[in-house]
């Protein structure tokens, strides 16, 4: 009889470990998404977002995801943004964003100022705009060439 309990045993942890497992997220990835500093970035993401947004296995290089289904969404390597006045610049932990909620509820921010530049998109209604904050460590690993200015900044 104890060899049955060990085969329902193992039966029953394979049936666990299986159903906890979610298909990766199909993501494509931005066209520079093979810079070294892309790497660099991925590597240090964190594990969770918020309190329980888990990380996920992304089918992308340069992308990485978090919660199931996703509700947060990282690509490195998308375009650099050029200065505008439409959208809206945000700081969080010395990173600069720019603030896209035109698809709301998900709202796109893309690193203003960095090389390569990175995108994460947020599901407003799962997640917030604190979730930058989390991401801050990893994003140092990208090189700062300018910074978001104010309107008294710009008048001098």
């Known amino acids: 009889m104890r060899p049955l ?3 329902a045993a193992i039966a ?3 049936a666990v470990t299986l159903a906890g497992c979610a298909a990766p997220v199909a993501l494509e990835p931005a066209a520079d998404a093979v810079n070294p500093q892309c790497a660099e970035v991925i590597v240090r993401l964190p594990d969770t977002l918020g309190t329980d ?9 340069g992308t990485a995801a978090w ?3 996703a509700a947060v969404i990282l690509r ?5 943004p050029d200065p505008t006045s439409t959208l809206q610049c945000v700081e969080a932990d010395g990173i600069d964003w ?3 909620d035109t698809d709301d509820p998900n709202f796109v921010f893309t690193t203003y100022g960095r090389s390569p530049a990175v995108e994460v998109i947020i599901d407003n209604e799962v997640a917030s705009g604190a979730v930058l904050f989390e991401l801050s460590a990893a994003l140092q690993f990208t090189t700062e060439n300018s910074r978001c ?4 900044d710009a008048l001098g």
């Open 5 to 7: 309990f060990r085969v």
């Open 53 to 61: 947004l888990a990380l996920r296995e992304t089918n992308a290089q």
């Open 149 to 152: 200015i104010g309107l008294e």
């Open 12 to 14: 029953v942890l394979a």
């Open 76 to 80: 490195c390597g998308v375009p650099i």
């Open 98 to 100: 720019l603030r896209d």
């Open 67 to 69: 919660g199931n289904p």
